[in-house]
């Protein structure tokens, strides 16, 4: 089991940035970051519990379930521990922001780590999804994570058209200790207090300079020595796909149009099909 995909590999990387007790924080449509939350649970972090935004519920088992699209929150609900209200959920956010991981997928990012999830400006306005709560929770984290499964020049762009997600000013004035690290399909990426902006921290395997380059809308700052990105474990694909997510739901992230249509059919048909012929009692749909 050698072989492993981009979603795979980018899985790996943000599950290693959970540490041994942190609080998880799942914000809303992030599959991946899920997935990661579960595959350091199952490895390095067994004692790491998740918040998931989607009904405030603080969660903690032993056993990592399946990803699931149908059912997320009703498996949420059978490992809750406990739920609470929104204001509770910024009390908790301000109180450990040094020990909450959280994972953002922005439209937009700058060299400094400035996010945008709001409006875009081509030749016509596109209105997106919104920042929800990255403007009040990205600035508290020491460590603000970021994924983005597209790496080119509509993501990676010299100025954000809206900041949403507040990254660091040049000569990190307004850093206070903050750190913004990035992974994307093509390498690890760090912004702090003491860089001019994005640089490089490791290219995955296979992924060349000029490559990248090409597809960022703005000048990295790259090592002379360049390391390369560790690639998944066999244990760590067996997880994934296996236990975590065998229906593949990670590869919505890389879809769009009929083919993001298509496959997220096909998913939740394998999904229905799956809790029927199981012997687990099932919740009423």
Not at 39 to 59: F, Y
Not at 86 to 111: C, L, M, W
Not at 219 to 241: A, F, H, K, M, Q
């Amino acid at each position: 089991m050698a072989s492993w995909t981009t979603d795979e590999l980018m899985i790996v990387c943000m599950a290693r940035e959970v540490g041994g007790k942190d609080i998880m924080a799942q914000g809303l449509t992030t599959p991946m970051a899920i997935i990661a939350y579960y595959l350091a649970k199952a490895t390095h972090a067994p004692e790491a519990s998740i918040m998931q935004l989607a009904g405030n519920i603080m969660v903690y088992f032993d056993e990592p379930p399946q990803a699931s699209i149908l059912y997320n929150e009703y498996r949420a609900m059978e490992h809750a521990v406990h739920i609470c209200g929104q204001n509770e959920v910024y009390e908790t956010i301000f109180k450990r922001a040094g020990s909450i991981v959280e994972f953002f997928r922005p439209g937009q990012i700058d060299k400094f780590g400035n996010t945008n999830n709001s409006i875009v400006k081509t030749e016509r306005t596109v209105r997106l999804p919104g920042g929800f709560g990255i403007p009040d929770a990205s600035p508290l984290y020491r460590k603000t994570l970021i994924y983005c499964p597209r790496h080119d020049r509509r993501v990676f762009v010299e100025k954000v058209d809206h900041i949403g997600g507040l990254g660091l000013n040049s000569g990190g004035a307004e850093s206070a200790g903050r750190e913004i690290r990035i992974i994307s399909e093509l390498g690890v990426f760090r912004v702090d207090g003491g860089s001019e902006g994005m640089r490089l921290m490791s290219l995955h395997p296979g992924v060349d300079v000029e490559s990248l380059v090409s597809n960022t809308g703005f000048e990295l700052s790259i090592p002379e020595n360049i390391p390369e990105t560790p690639p998944p474990t066999g244990l760590e694909l067996r997880l994934i796909r296996e236990k975590i997510d065998p229906l593949n739901i990670r590869r919505l992230e890389f879809l769009s149009g009929d083919d993001r249509l298509e496959a997220l059919k096909k998913m939740l048909d394998e999904e229905l099909q799956m809790w029927r012929s199981s012997r687990v009692k099932q919740p009423k749909i």
